[in-house]
């Protein structure tokens, strides 16, 4: 079960480069190209005459030319043209899904197109901004999303899954403070004092205790930013004073595939060391860190698809990733009963 009135992440932008991508998005395969004019075309990737796959085909002129026997479809779905015939027959079309490039994500709309509200799709400013340097990648994986945004949202696994980088020991005494609003749910953990996350403590110059932070919005169904940083004990970044800090903005598109498969789209946005060689290199070990949440997830889907409908406890420190399936739960539930 998947929410349909909501923006998915597709793709990167530069995905569209090379002509037709072909995408499966909550279990509908979609084709997506770009038209001159820059707007996006999203169609179902099946043709209506003898239903290959679009995606097999070949752009031409912003249209879509099936690969079979040359059906052309614009960017609405419309057959355009059939080389055989003057005349194209009525109902000679292809579902077409709203669909947009924000802040270089492709978004596309997988529900009711009258519905299709552009005000729902989060402002992640930092993915195109000259201010934030990115590092960022595409990944495929053989889990549950919900399984995936899971681990992104809970924290008390870093000091297992990353011990070298992210897992501070302070992240499993301090407790999430979890706001939820109508479509969104925020947590933040604050860390006076304390010993800061290995990779953020080198990359700020901490030595021994800092002030660090960890903060994030997830907007259902699936997409999260993050805010975390460190700074010099006592210098203000807690009050909005960044003089002394470092600031980590990352963005997880978690897009559902199928039930037991994801794309996770990401990026992680620095406000220091833009356009410093040395810098990058170092944090570039944000990919391998993201990895592990990966190895985990795809082995837990494993054990899962062995030991199906076992039974699985809940401890107080699940309660972020339970509110947060709470709340798609019930989006999905309201949709549902308002069909
Ligand atoms: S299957 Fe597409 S044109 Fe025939
Ligand atoms: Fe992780």
């Not at 000259?130 to 590092?135: H, Q, V």
């Not at 990352?250 to 990401?266: D, G, K, L, V």
Request: contains cysteine; charged residues 25%.
């Amino acid at each position: 079960m998947y929410l349909k009135n909501a923006w998915y992440v597709a793709g990167w932008e530069r995905d569209l480069d090379d002509g037709l991508l072909a995408r499966t998005i909550c279990e509908e395969p979609i084709v997506l190209f770009r038209c001159e004019n820059g707007k996006v075309g999203a169609l179902e990737d099946r043709c209506c005459h003898r239903s290959a796959p679009l995606s097999f085909g070949r752009l031409k002129n912003n249209e879509v030319e099936c690969g079979y026997h040359g059906l052309r479809f614009d960017k609405t779905g419309q057959c355009t043209a059939i080389p055989t015939q003057n005349l194209v027959p009525p109902g000679a079309r292809v579902r077409s899904y709203p669909a947009l490039i924000k802040n270089r994500w492709i978004w596309v709309w997988m529900g009711d197109v009258n519905k299709a509200d552009k005000e729902q799709i989060p402002n992640y400013f930092f993915l195109d901004s000259p201010e934030w340097a990115t590092i960022e990648d595409y990944f495929y994986i053989e889990c549950n999303y919900q399984a995936y945004i899971d681990i992104q949202l809970d924290q008390s696994h870093s000091p297992f899954v990353h011990p070298d980088t992210l897992g501070n020991p302070a992240k499993l005494k301090v407790k999430p403070k979890v706001t939820r609003e109508e479509r969104a749910l925020r947590c933040e953990r604050l860390f006076p004092d304390d010993i800061p996350p290995p990779l953020w403590a080198e990359a700020a110059k901490i030595e021994g205790k800092g002030d660090s932070w960890n903060r994030w919005i997830y907007n259902p169904p699936a997409t999260i930013m993050f805010d975390v940083g460190a700074a010099q004990s006592g210098t203000g970044a807690f009050e909005g004073n960044f003089d002394h800090s470092i600031r980590i903005h990352n963005a997880h598109a978690i897009t559902p595939e199928t039930a037991t498969t994801t794309h996770h789209f990401w990026s992680s946005a620095r406000d220091f060391g833009i356009g410093d060689p040395q810098t990058e290199k170092e944090v570039s070990i944000i990919r391998k860190v993201f990895r592990e949440d990966v190895a985990i997830c795809e082995a837990q889907q494993r054990t899962i698809n062995k030991f199906p409908g076992a039974p699985q406890i809940d401890v107080a420190m699940d309660h972020p990733t339970i509110q947060a399936r709470n709340l798609l739960e019930k989006l999905i539930k309201e949709e549902t009963q308002n069909l």
